[in-house]
């Protein structure tokens, strides 16, 4: 089925998260005592990539200010997030919070890694606590301010991180970097390169990916990349679909692309290996296990799948 840009990025985890994102909240609150006080907040607890889960480690654990009432809220600096009509959610960065209170809301349930759990939670709520992960990424990298040096605070009603110098009072808003992830496929042969690195699972194969540098298009970076990594010229590249990735606040940028030659040169080590994989023998593969798939949360996944369906965009 052929579908827009639109529908094929909501697919993606992390994606399609509909918030307003600049609430006009009652009483105009400015600092944190009254954000708390407000009767609808809802606040997402992230250490890294991890998410505060209820205590047996199977649903996330949204708070509520009845919730928080036990720990210390002077130090809490609570990232809006947004508002969704009913709730207005925050995000809770435990790693830039004194260890009392990081051990006062850790003892609320337990912390677990967000990407082993999307699987199993609705859309929306793996975007919400996607979005929270990126907020408290942001926050945790900007400690200090980098025009002077000075620390920075978060500021109230926004992500902004703000200079505590006076006579500098810098806003920071934050970063996203974009890279890209290509498919490349062999329309004659009809199979596709799919590659490794060496810190993955055994027998992972992935679609190529890579930052896109200073001066690029990402698809001066598809080009780039593909042939960096494994030698093969790439041709008549197409847009598929985009996806947050709030591990390494990167917006993954996905692609098709035609492969010109079919000679693989691992030249530049990044890959610790790199094949063409015939699109017939892809079912045996997989049900022998030599050969294992990216999960399904990842635009690398889609991609592939994309492909395997004959939606190859536009
Ligand atoms: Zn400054």
Not at 45 to 66: C, K, N, Q
Not at 94 to 118: E, N
Not at 156 to 161: E, N, T, V
Not at 272 to 298: C, H, N, V, Y
Request: hydrophobic share 40%; aromatic share 8%; proline share 6%.
């Amino acid at each position: 089925m052929k579908r827009d840009h639109y529908s094929r990025s909501a697919r993606n985890a992390f994606s399609g998260l509909d918030l307003n994102r600049k609430p006009l909240l009652p009483g105009n609150p400015t600092s944190w005592e009254e954000f708390l006080a407000l009767n609808n907040s809802s606040f997402v607890a992230v250490r890294g990539d991890e998410i505060l889960f209820d205590p047996a480690g199977t649903d996330p654990l949204l708070l509520d200010a009845r919730m928080l009432g036990g720990c210390d809220h002077a130090f809490l600096q609570p990232m809006l997030l947004g508002d969704d009509g009913q709730t207005t959610f925050f995000a809770l960065n435990v790693d830039r919070m004194p260890a009392s209170l990081a051990q006062c809301l850790a003892g609320l349930g337990t912390f677990a890694r967000l990407r082993q759990h999307v699987a199993t939670m609705s859309g929306k709520i793996a975007s919400l606590l996607g979005y929270a992960c990126f907020a408290a990424g942001w926050q945790s990298q900007t400690r200090f301010c980098s025009l002077c040096g000075h620390p920075t605070v978060s500021k109230p009603s926004s992500l902004a991180q703000c200079c505590t110098n006076p006579s500098c009072a810098a806003e920071h808003f934050p970063r996203i970097n974009p890279a890209m992830i290509v498919l490349v496929h062999h329309p004659e042969k009809d199979m596709c390169l799919l590659g490794r690195q060496s810190s993955w699972k055994p027998r992972v194969y992935s679609a190529l990916a890579g930052y896109v540098e200073p001066g690029e298009s990402a698809e001066d970076a598809v080009l780039r990349e593909v042939m960096e990594e494994t030698g093969i010229r790439v041709r008549d590249i197409r847009y598929h679909s985009s996806q947050p990735w709030p591990f390494s606040s990167s917006l993954m940028l996905g692609f098709h692309a035609l492969a010109e030659n079919l000679d693989i040169h691992l030249d530049d080590r990044e890959l610790e290996d790199a094949r063409w994989f015939p699109r017939q023998e892809i079912p045996g593969l997989l049900e022998k296990g030599d050969l294992a798939l990216p999960s399904t949360e990842t635009i690398a996944r889609h991609l592939f799948d994309a492909w395997i369906q004959g939606d190859l965009g536009d």
